[in-house]
């Protein structure tokens, strides 16, 4: 930027009211329309001077009225909006990459519980997999590590899957048929044997149970 010191003072003053403006070799232009388009390419390309031949004053008046126009213009505004939607939309790129990130480490954590209590191991285990999983190169967060987490996320998981089966039962009107039946308590009957061996046969049994099941257990009993 080769500004004149005579105009340090004055280009000070419209970039101050103007921080959009750009100047080389004395001449002013808009980097936000260069960054957008070359619809304009006096004020892309820093064309923008003041008449010559009038003096101080009027030259400064000029530019304030060709700053004024290019303001209203319509490639201007539209260049704002573009750059406005450009800047929200990479803000908005950035949390949902952090999101996705936060996302990711929590379903890690979520799936490790769920093997745990999928395979009736106890919430101690929680600790050990979780380390065992950043050894492995693996970004698992640094909350939910402990086993009181891994309690509460099985809870959860139960509550969530008893949910959505009842609504889908619901949903779909599925049909379910319900049997009650009484407790049946196990049967036994002794059944003497003769033994050649001592102790003598009237002090050995045989208790055949019958579970509710309906499997039969034998069991061997000694009378003292």
């Known amino acids: 930027m080769k500004i004149k010191n005579n105009q340090y003072i004055q280009w ?4 101050n009211k103007n921080p959009w403006l750009e100047a080389n070799n004395g001449k002013l232009g808009c980097h936000i329309c260069r960054e957008i ?16 031949n009038e003096n101080r004053a009027t030259q400064l008046s000029n530019l304030r ?3 004024k126009k290019h303001v209203n213009s319509k490639a201007y505004k539209f260049a704002i909006e573009i750059n ?13 990459k952090e999101s996705q990130r936060v996302d990711e480490v929590t379903n890690r954590i979520f799936r490790t519980a769920y093997n745990i209590a999928k395979s009736d191991r106890p919430f101690s ?19 939910l590590l402990l086993r ?12 969530e899957m008893k949910r959505k089966m009842i609504a889908q039962i619901v949903q779909n009107n599925i049909k379910i048929s319900l049997e009650a039946m009484p407790p049946v308590q196990p049967r036994t009957s002794y059944v ?17 149970t019958e579970a509710p099941c309906g499997k039969q257990r034998l069991r061997v009993l000694f009378q003292g």
């Open 65 to 67: 009225c060709k700053i």
């Open 12 to 15: 000070n003053t419209f970039k």
């Open 37 to 52: 388009f070359s619809k304009v390419p006096e004020w892309c390309e820093c064309h923008i001077e003041p008449t010559l």
């Open 84 to 96: 406005n939607q450009t800047a929200t939309n990479a803000l908005a790129h950035v949390i949902h």
């Open 125 to 143: 285990d929680h600790k050990n997999l979780i380390k065992l999983q950043k050894y492995n190169g693996g970004n698992m967060g640094i909350t």
């Open 192 to 208: 003497p044997i003769q033994k050649n061996w001592s102790p003598p046969p009237s002090s050995i049994k045989l208790a055949i």
């Open 148 to 159: 009181y987490n891994a309690s509460q996320i099985v809870q959860h998981i139960t509550k």
